[in-house]
């Protein structure tokens, strides 16, 4: 089956860009999000990509897409005390409502 | 965006008892709804895609007389752990999809925090 992975911690200074990183399995995969989770709540869509796309800039935020090597990232450029949550990539596939979530990536801003 | 509120935020319960929890599409019609659990640091783990008016398709290892779902309109799915035990105990997410059957977007829930004690 579809198989997504992030590495679990990721701490960066306030005011720096953070990255965070994801791979998958799935080459039929059509569209790939990030989600964001703060403590003790559900998750709220911050961005996706479409797979014929290798980019996509929206104000902070800058996705990446190496569909040749299945890898994505997400940039946050100026990290704030806010941008502390967990970061979860998914994917799906056209036609199938059913996304596939990575493992989470906790940030942790450093002040 | 579209608004998916699940109910209540956060229950405590006694072994052996079942607790329903809701999640309810505000503002549009979600034909599929799906329910998620989630460990202490952990990724979300898919239970069930529950769709509107049939019968809810479980993940492979989620047992489906105690996790009953039910899907009786467009705007309402509910989750019934029932018989519960401690090890029960974890964060259950819904979320509702909306859009085309080219993109999925899906809506969630803001969680229900479940303690059996």
């Known amino acids: 089956g579809e198989d997504v992975e992030q590495s679990l911690f990721l701490s960066v200074r306030e005011g720096d860009s953070s990255v965070i990183n994801c791979t998958y399995t799935d080459s039929s995969s059509t569209y790939l999000y990030w989600y964001k989770q703060e403590p003790g709540a559900g998750l709220q869509l911050l961005t996706y990509?479409?797979?014929?796309?290798d980019m996509k800039q929206d104000q902070r935020l800058t996705v990446l897409l190496n569909k040749k090597d299945k890898h994505l990232s997400l940039r946050i450029a100026d990290t704030q005390t806010g941008d502390s949550a967990i970061y979860f990539c998914?994917?799906?596939?056209?036609?199938?409502?059913?996304?596939?979530f990575g493992t989470g990536t906790r940030l942790t801003i450093i002040p | 965006g579209a608004v998916v509120s699940q109910h209540p935020s956060w229950v405590i319960c006694k072994s052996g008892t079942s607790v329903k929890i809701e999640c309810r599409s505000l503002d549009f019609q979600a034909t599929t709804m799906f329910w998620y659990r989630q460990f202490p640091k952990q990724s979300l783990m898919l239970m069930a895609t529950?769709?509107?008016?049939?019968?809810?398709?479980?993940e492979q290892g989620v047992e489906k007389d105690k996790f009953l779902i039910n899907h009786a309109s467009l705007t309402l799915s509910t989750l019934t752990v029932t018989s519960a035990h401690p090890e029960d105990s974890s964060f259950y997410i819904c979320?509702?999809?909306?859009?085309?059957?080219?993109?999925?977007?899906?809506?969630f829930g803001q969680g229900t925090r479940l303690t059996v004690v």
């Open positions: 998914a994917e799906s596939n056209f036609g199938n409502e059913k996304l596939t």
């Open positions: 529950s769709n509107e008016g049939s019968k809810a398709t479980y």
């Open positions: 990509i479409f797979s014929n796309m």
């Open positions: 979320s509702a999809t909306v859009g085309s059957r080219q993109r999925t977007e899906a809506f």
